[in-house]
């Protein structure tokens, strides 16, 4: 489903996992053509890294083995990197990833290394000329606490950026919009999206642009910077990303709050087993949104569940049924908490695969119907991505996973695709970790081809 969203950096981790006997891994859909090495850069801990392919050009940003912010720039058919430093270095926290966007005038942006600091902000003061960003303002309002930066196009095309103001458990999310004329940038909601009135905030995964049109978003509360007091599951759609409605088209008033029962899929309570980020979204040959996620069953136990709006109303259902609880909490950037889910993929016009890992049941997959979001044992073949060499670690350290980082920009050729590739040890609550540590690890940037 990744072409119907607007950009969106993704970073994926991956680790070894084992299929369950009612399906069949199949070859990789695309193979690798080449790798060039970027950079060397910190093994020790994960955070977000950005590639962007425009026309002809590829632009990646990082952080160096140093800790410092760069961006590499080189021509598609180039394969030397002109690299630039900027005035920015990162710490050990795992939310400050980096992101980039390229406006219609050919302008790079930039933003990234925040987590509750005052915004970063950089913009190039020539069209795809790394050597002349600066760094900005924006509306100057808001923007001395900000996390979880993010370009995005509007229905119109033109160059959005979101951000959070303020902190995990009493946060804003503000919507700015960009005048490529006058190089300026404004509010494009008078008020935020999600408003926690000084005791919650709402973690949302989107907006993305669904096979129908319209931007959808899924989304969690939490309470405080305890992770454990993720809350109501909640959705929205919009046409536009100004006006907003429920799954059933009903318009509602920004911004959007808890108040707002209508926006709820599933109450679930405080410490009831979910965490943001474990929700995800997909669309069923109708263009009905299905949600993935999990939480605590009425016997405590952790369990998968989906969930669908159809005939008026959210029809939800666990397609697991384990006996074991999982409980968490901490703050910060949460290493592995006993159970991490991916969200539905379609495999077979009418067959959906979810894959897991549970610190009791170990790691596999479940196939689902698309008609009655069940699990059915069949014999389906689920092809891979991703050939096994990308995804399979070469350094030899305890913990260490490969990272993924998708294009933000698209290549010419609708057969081909880059991504980035590193490896790191897992999160560690965004702090230090004490020797010995992993060697670093080579940068690549990775050409595939559809098989």
């Not at 801990?45 to 950005?50: K, L, N």
Request: net charge neutral; hydrophobic share 35%; glycine share 8%.
């Amino acid at each position: 489903m990744k072409d119907l969203f607007p950009t969106l950096v993704c970073v994926v981790a991956f680790s070894m996992s084992v299929a369950c006997p009612m399906n069949r891994v199949a070859g990789a859909a695309y193979g690798i053509v080449e790798s060039l090495e970027v950079d060397t850069v910190p093994s020790w801990f994960p955070v977000g890294f950005c590639l962007l392919t425009q026309d002809e050009q590829q632009y990646v940003a990082y952080y160096n083995e140093q800790h410092q912010m760069v961006v590499a720039r080189r021509s598609v058919d180039g394969r030397k990197w002109q690299k630039v430093t900027l005035p920015s270095k990162i710490g050990w926290d795992s939310h400050n990833y980096v992101t980039m966007a390229v406006d219609s005038a050919g302008y790079i942006h930039l933003s990234g290394n925040m987590h509750c600091v005052p915004l970063i902000y950089f913009r190039t003061e020539k069209p795809g000329d790394i050597t002349t960003f600066q760094r900005h303002p924006m509306t100057g309002r808001e923007e001395q606490r900000c996390t979880y930066p993010r370009f995005l196009n509007d229905a119109e095309g033109n160059l959005l950026f979101t951000y959070r103001s303020g902190g995990s458990g009493n946060g804003r999310r503000f919507y700015n919009i960009y005048d490529v004329a006058t190089k300026t940038w404004t509010r494009f909601l008078r008020t935020p999206l999600f408003e926690g009135e000084g005791q919650r905030n709402a973690y949302p995964r989107g907006p993305l642009k669904g096979p129908d049109g319209l931007f959808h978003v899924v989304w969690v509360w939490r309470d405080t910077p305890d992770c454990a007091t993720n809350h109501h599951l909640s959705y929205a759609r919009s046409p536009d990303l100004k006006h907003w409605e429920t799954a059933a088209g009903k318009p509602v008033h920004l911004p959007l709050t808890l108040g707002q029962s209508e926006l709820c899929v599933d109450p679930i309570p405080s410490g009831g087993g979910i965490i943001n980020g474990c929700e995800s979204l997909t669309f069923d040959s109708d263009h009905r949104p299905i949600i993935s996620y999990h939480k605590l069953d009425e016997n405590g136990h952790m369990q998968i569940y989906v969930t669908r709006f159809e005939d008026g109303q959210w029809r939800g259902h666990p397609i697991t049924s384990w006996e074991k609880n999982i409980t968490f909490s901490g703050r910060g950037a949460m290493p592995f908490i006993g159970i991490r889910v991916s969200g539905l993929r379609r495999v077979e016009p009418d067959m959906f695969c979810i894959t897991y890992k549970h610190r009791d049941y170990g790691s596999g997959r479940i196939i689902v119907d698309e008609k009655t979001l069940r699990p059915v044992e069949r014999d389906v073949t689920v092809p891979s991505e991703y050939p096994r060499e990308l995804t399979r670690p070469t350094i030899a350290f305890e913990g260490i996973s490969v990272r993924l980082a998708h294009d933000a920009g698209s290549p010419k050729d609708a057969d081909t695709k880059y991504v980035l590739r590193w490896e790191t040890l897992g999160a560690h609550y965004d702090r230090p970790r004490r020797p010995p540590l992993p060697p670093p690890s080579v940068l690549e940037l990775v050409k595939l081809q559809r098989e």
